[in-house]
């Protein structure tokens, strides 16, 4: 009869050392699946903003809603699509719509991860309300709604009656992702690198695409080119 020999302390170094090691391959190639998953999440919650979009279009006459009015009669992009998507919301709150939010936005409490188009006329200073669809001549380039910025500057929309829901639309060259400004009202309103090196992109023709801050242009968010 051979007595039984437990492991030797270097035996128990050596695999402890080799799972240290397997543990520090895999943990970042976990950490960058999971940030893949919330990144076609996020292109989802696009795709299906489109799809509503597009019906609200069908809807009023192809008119969509761009920027919200503080205090106005017309509402957010966000509240009006409601009864056009797959999810329904629960007693009418955008809240319980999980589309409008990126998994991947850093503040759990903000529910608007989405910055929409309200780029005026050349020359105009107007505020844009709602445009019709078949005024814009290139859909295919023209982008809709982008990922929210998060920062200091960037304010956390609780609820709709929050007045700097008026500040989730993009309407000059300082809200684009290329921007440094950080500025409340003037600062960059499009994320320069929520997935990846960059963001995700809806357009009016309802495809979405990811790109990055350096090939986002201000002709993309001109509505009339």
Known sequence: MHKRQ???LIEL???IAIIALLMGILVPVLRKVREQG???VCRNNLHQIGMGANFYAAQYDMYIPRSAE???NMKPWFQLFMPFLAQKAVNDDYRNVEIFRCPSYPDKEQTVCYVVNGWRS???DKWVGRSKLTDCHRPAFTIYLADNEDGPWRTIIKKVSDRDVTRCDVFRPEHLPSSDSQGI???RRVARARHKNGCNVLFLDWHVEWMTAEDMTVD???FEK
């Open 6 to 8: 437990g492991f030797t």
């Open 13 to 15: 170094l050596v695999v």
């Open 38 to 40: 919330k990144d076609v």
């Open 70 to 72: 503080w205090g106005g």
């Open 122 to 124: 050349e020359g105009s």
């Open 185 to 187: 009202t003037g600062g």
């Open 220 to 222: 993309m968010w001109r």
